[in-house]
């Protein structure tokens, strides 16, 4: 029997990373915060009735659900992509990807738009790290 032996030095083929898919969960985590404050502001009287609590958990479930999604994609680049040669010259790619990863479980438990525009900025800079590891100037484009 004939043995094929394979190997590659990252888990997907060259070329599938891009930490636009980060952006995009986290665009919608700011996205649903923002529409979550804004809609305690707007029903300061009424937060009981069926409407508003029906409203209120969709935001809800889908910022949990767009911060975890969020964090996935920051954690494959950040342990699939990222090598040692990329900590070489960027020393503080670890703490950036670490603080990146805390500020994605804060705004799952939080309402705080000022930790959802640190994601967006943490994102934003690790959108930069990559894209100039890769010799490249990618610029940072929101959705929203």
Known sequence: MNRIEASAHCDGPC?????ASARVAGEAVQSMTKKMLTLATNHSGDCGTAAYINTMSRYAAIKE????????????????YFKPIHLEA?????????????LCSACKVEVSAEHAQELMDAIEKIHNLFWATKGREVPWIRAS
């Open 90 to 102: 960027y020393p503080d790619l670890h703490e950036t990807f670490w603080q990146a990863a805390k």
């Open 15 to 19: 070329g599938v990373y891009d930490p």
């Open 65 to 80: 659900e767009e911060a975890q999604k969020c964090k996935k994609e920051l954690l494959v680049l950040w342990t699939d």
